[in-house]
């Protein structure tokens, strides 16, 4: 076997999933929750944060194809924009990780409460979502290979949720619940949507992935925009599939008020013990994902310690693959994220964590967005017009998503 063939990185189809995985999963399991406010109607908001998306991507495809960085999300606006850009990039994202990752403590809770009802409630939720990032802490205390373990054993089980959900809500699907549930926020469409599209954009999140793989793909000039383009794509498809199917079985207002839409949808439909099976799969990949992202957060201050941007005792220790102060500095501020979000309802404090945490993001995606028109100068003259192309509508709708939410 040559050299080559032992070489031979992730074909298109390959690298589609990679990045359609990376999106999948536990960003959705309270969304239909969410978007119970707006209703049913929410689907055009997932079509347009969809089209969004597909820009946002196509901007990361053609960084990752120019220059396969897998620290871009800081270098492309360092180099591209401004080196206070790389800074303000690098603070969002760090910031973004760690109140997401509250985020997804609530989410674990708010399946486990499917067998611990009692933790319902302002101040026992509080409290479970920071007995789980402790315990997802020690998990990463433990080592790398541990946290790699919960991720991976987990990443197929978060699946079961979405799929059993999907399909049994599409099979038993109502149209006159989904028809009622149409709109039912009290504002007119023009409004009500563009201001849902922040929480929508939550299960985005990790569309830059192929960007981080590029060095593993095989042709990055060809199959990037594939990847990218193509894992968002797919992961639409599945979002919207599964937002109709729960809003076609479950009314609206019965909808705001569930802490686990995946397992109701299922317990309805199917049974009791199929739903504490959904809530079970579901519990077990949240934390998995918090297992990871907690050490991604970690990374990222370490990261940013060591670049003069946060104190120095945040660096990981001289010699050593974990960052352990990081760890643990990582989850007192997610403790104190909890503690200072705490609201009435479970869906309203996940509401506040992930909407802070897309915005972050956006800003993210806007800086990359920007390098990329300035990157694109040294490029020939069709490959200049088709970067600015795909730069400006994703300039265009993190700033008026970004707006549309603070506006409403």
């Not at 790398?144 to 799929?163: D, E, K, Y």
């Not at 990582?330 to 009435?344: D, E, F, I, Q, W």
């Not at 909407?355 to 069709?382: E, H, I, P, Q, W």
């Amino acid at each position: 076997m040559s050299d080559t063939a032992k070489q031979k990185g992730l074909g298109p189809l390959t690298a589609t999933f990679l990045v359609a995985g990376n999106m999948v999963g536990s960003g959705l399991f309270l969304l239909p929750a969410s978007l119970a406010s707006v209703g049913s109607a929410s689907l055009i908001g997932w079509g347009i944060a969809g089209a969004g998306a597909l820009a946002v991507a196509g901007v990361f495809a053609f960084l990752g194809a120019m220059r396969p960085d897998p620290n871009g999300l800081v270098r492309y606006p360092a180099e591209g924009v401004h080196r206070w850009a790389g800074f303000v990039a690098w603070l969002a994202y760090w910031l973004s990780c760690w109140v997401g990752n509250v985020a997804i403590a609530l989410a674990a809770v708010g399946y486990l409460a499917v067998f611990l009802p009692q933790l319902i409630g302002p101040w026992p939720t509080a409290m479970a979502a920071i007995g789980a990032i402790w315990l997802m802490t020690l998990a990463n205390l433990s080592g790398p290979r541990i946290v790699g373990w919960l991720a991976g054993s987990t990443l197929l089980v978060g699946l079961v949720p979405i799929v059993a959900a999907t399909g049994f809500g599409l099979l038993a699907f109502d149209a006159a619940t989904f028809a009622a549930s149409w709109n039912v926020s009290g504002q007119p469409l023009s409004q009500a949507i563009p201001a849902s599209l922040v929480t929508i954009f939550w299960a985005y999140l990790g569309l830059e992935s192929a960007t981080i793989a590029a060095k593993a793909v095989d042709n990055p000039q060809r199959n990037l925009p594939i990847a990218a383009l193509g894992g968002v794509a797919l992961a639409s498809v599945i979002y919207a599939a599964a937002t109709a199917a729960v809003m076609g079985v479950i009314p609206a207002a019965e909808l705001a008020k569930s802490t686990a839409p995946f397992a109701d949808v299922v317990q309805r439909l199917v049974g009791p013990v199929a739903g504490a099976i959904v809530a079970a799969c579901a519990l077990a990949k949240t934390l998995g994902t918090l297992a990871g992202w907690l050490l991604v957060a970690a990374e990222a201050g370490a990261s940013g310690a060591a670049s003069g941007y946060l104190p120095r005792i945040v660096a990981g220790e001289p010699g050593s693959r974990l960052p352990v102060r990081g760890v643990l500095a990582t989850a007192v501020l997610m403790s104190l994220t909890a503690l200072v979000t705490v609201s009435p309802t479970l869906t309203k404090q996940f509401n506040a964590l992930i909407n802070a945490a897309v915005l972050a993001n956006l800003l993210v995606y806007l800086l990359c967005a920007m390098a990329l028109v300035r990157f694109s100068k040294n490029l020939g003259g069709r490959a200049r017009a088709l970067a600015l192309a795909v730069a400006a509508p994703a300039i265009a709708f993190c700033a008026w998503a970004a707006w549309a939410f603070l506006a409403g």
